[in-house]
């Protein structure tokens, strides 16, 4: 019997605006205010978060349900980015360098139990596909016929942020600054059941399980995320270019693997419009090097913590993690758990 597979899909709406279905549900990505866009939906790299903060309190539901016990889970996530100046129609590549997380647990069992719900938790499927290279196979498809006419926003704060890269050598890679602030949030909400937060908003996000509440799953907001990164990486380089570009989509096709990691995405990307060769290959450029397409071939440091709360002395104890590494046999995808003083 062959692994499961299901399809992801985005589509440009407009200005910031990216429609996401996945099998279980259906959102708007959009950037943040501070990056252009109005800040109605969570961005491409924020569903990465949302996806690996949601399966690590998941887990950890399953682990103490498991034992026969209730369990508070909260997971809060941000990242670093790391940029490289190139030359070619892009002025650099990004990727996720970094992800930073935290997990706060509450849980009535004993210290090795205990210990073994917040290891199971964070060593996730989807913690150990990130912490991974993913193979990614990427084709693009051109329409000449053009179902309408996109409008001719640029968002001006991206393109800000390229122009500072002119002047950056090429083959330096630059490291964002950690982020001040937790920027996602999810919450254990009952057995196959999280509510991922962005900012004033909520999400439901199921486990895929009979009995959880509809939902994309994190693996889903993961390929949602890779979709959608893709349309905005055409939309942002071939828009600010005047290339006329009418319509983009990006669908994902993602196999899973026995373990629930996934073992590989095939992503096409659709571009309508009147398009020279010349365009064209620039454009497969773009579609091809997004910001989260880059994270998952490469592979993602997670560095973690955890506060765990002993819920009957109301003590709480930080642990902290070493960085998540992957290897051959995944041996060492299991964290040891140190108290930190």
Request: proline share 6%.
């Amino acid at each position: 019997m062959p692994p499961p597979s299901f399809v992801t899909l985005a589509t440009h709406l407009s200005r910031e605006r990216v429609l996401v279905e996945m099998p279980h549900g259906t959102l708007m990505a959009d950037h943040p205010k501070s990056l252009g866009g109005e800040g109605l939906g969570p961005s491409a790299g924020e569903l990465v978060l949302m996806a690996l903060s949601s399966s690590v309190v998941l887990e950890a539901g399953m682990g103490a349900h498991m034992l026969g016990y209730g369990v508070d889970a909260v997971s809060r996530s941000t990242f670093q980015s790391a940029r490289e100046r190139i030359s070619g129609p892009l002025v650099s590549l990004m990727w996720m360098s970094r992800l930073h997380h935290r997990l706060e647990l509450g849980v009535s069992v004993g210290h090795d139990e205990r210990d073994n719900v917040a290891s199971q938790a964070l060593a996730s499927p989807l913690a150990r596909t990130l912490s991974k290279p993913t193979p990614i196979e990427e084709a693009i498809r051109f329409v000449k016929r053009p179902p309408r006419e996109m409008s001719g926003f640029v968002n001006e704060v991206l393109v800000s942020n390229q122009n500072e890269q002119d002047e950056i050598d090429i083959g330096v890679v630059s490291l964002s600054k950690p982020e001040a602030r937790w920027r996602i949030g999810a919450q254990y909400l009952a057995p196959s059941s999280a509510l991922g937060y962005h900012d004033h908003q909520t999400y439901v996000i199921g486990s895929g399980s009979e009995g959880s509440l509809r939902g994309p799953t994190p693996v889903e907001l993961l390929a949602g995320a890779l979709t959608s990164c893709t349309v905005y990486y055409v939309v942002h380089n071939a828009v600010y270019r005047s290339m006329p570009v009418h319509s983009i989509d990006a669908l994902a096709e993602v196999t899973m693997a026995d373990d629930g990691t996934i073992a590989s995405i095939n992503k096409t990307t659709t571009v309508s419009g009147d398009l020279t060769s010349e365009q064209m290959r620039e454009i497969e450029v773009m579609a091809n090097s997004c910001y989260v397409g880059e994270s998952l071939k490469r592979g993602i440091c997670l560095t973690r913590e955890v506060e765990v709360l002993d819920s009957t002395s109301g003590k709480g104890e930080t642990v902290s993690l070493a960085p998540f590494v992957s290897c051959d046999d995944e041996s060492c995808c299991i964290p040891q758990m140190k108290n930190a003083g």
